[in-house]
């Protein structure tokens, strides 16, 4: 597929997966290596911290389902510039304060339950001077001994170092040049995935079970100290880049829900057509 063909199709009528046309050409020109057995390939970008692990087990339940699909969950190292030019994929989103206070606790406790992921050295150092969240915000930019380690920190924590522009890096022209066929947002992740799912003509109740059974996967952070103005302002400076990031994509998906066109008859036509169970 040509890059120019998908971006004038990006910006047409569509919803949070794009528009429903050039939704139609994603699945219509994949290259061959993406349907080797007729199932079509969708890649999953696994941005860390943004609902990932849900996201990939309802993946997985789905494909035991609905075998039109071949989903490729991929691990956080892979970011867009190692899919294929023409590949089909989507990623999941994160307000960069709310990814770095799951990120700080997922790592303090090395990952689990799920997965068991020790310190690095450096972020053994972080944990045993900053007990909180809170306690590392407010001491970011301090000209002092507390300052200096609150950057090494942020530094050496898995997920709390690594912002989620770098799943994209050498591609800032993406969602012109190679658009996604989703953005769900972590903030609004059932409805998103609701109306990605659909797109593929996945069956709404087999869509809606497998997003919610992922949830047993969601931690709660209820009882961890709040986030004070002072650490709030502290990241969204530290996490500028990220914030103008998480604007650019939520602007794309708040653009394409506005300018939604689900009477496409005749995209929608070729949508069934192209995700159809193999013979």
Not at 108 to 118: E, M
Request: positive net charge.
């Amino acid at each position: 597929m040509s890059q120019q063909g998908r971006s004038t199709g990006g910006r047409d009528q569509g919803g949070a997966f794009g528009s429903l046309r050039a939704f139609a050409a994603a699945l219509t020109s994949l290259g061959a290596r993406e349907r080797l057995d007729g199932r079509m390939t969708v890649h999953f970008l696994h941005i860390g911290k943004t609902a990932g692990t849900q996201v990939r087990m309802a993946l997985k339940k789905i494909a035991r389902r609905d075998q039109r699909f071949r989903f490729r969950a991929h691990p956080h190292r892979t970011g867009l510039k190692d899919l294929p030019a023409d590949a089909a994929y989507f990623f999941t989103l994160r307000d960069p304060i709310s990814r770095f206070r799951s990120g700080f606790y997922s790592r303090k406790r090395q990952g689990r339950p799920r997965y068991d992921s020790p310190w690095s050295d450096d972020e053994r150092r972080a944990f045993e001077r900053f007990e909180h969240a809170n306690d590392l915000a407010e001491a970011l930019f301090r000209d002092d001994a507390d300052g200096r380690a609150a950057t090494a920190a942020m530094l050496s924590i898995v997920h709390v170092f690594r912002g989620q522009a770098e799943w994209f890096a050498r591609r800032g022209a993406f969602l012109e040049a190679q658009p996604p066929l989703a953005i769900l947002r972590q903030e609004h992740l059932s409805e998103d995935w609701g109306r990605f799912m659909t797109a593929l003509g996945i069956d709404a109740r087999l869509a809606a079970t497998a997003i919610e059974s992922g949830r047993e996967h969601v931690n709660d952070y209820s009882g961890v100290p709040p986030l004070s103005e002072r650490a709030i302002a502290n990241l969204e400076r530290w996490y500028a880049a990220d914030r103008a990031f998480h604007r650019m994509c939520s602007h794309y998906v708040e653009t394409m829900l506005d300018a939604a066109a689900p009477s496409d008859a005749a995209a929608w036509a070729v949508i069934q057509a192209s995700t159809a169970h193999p013979s």
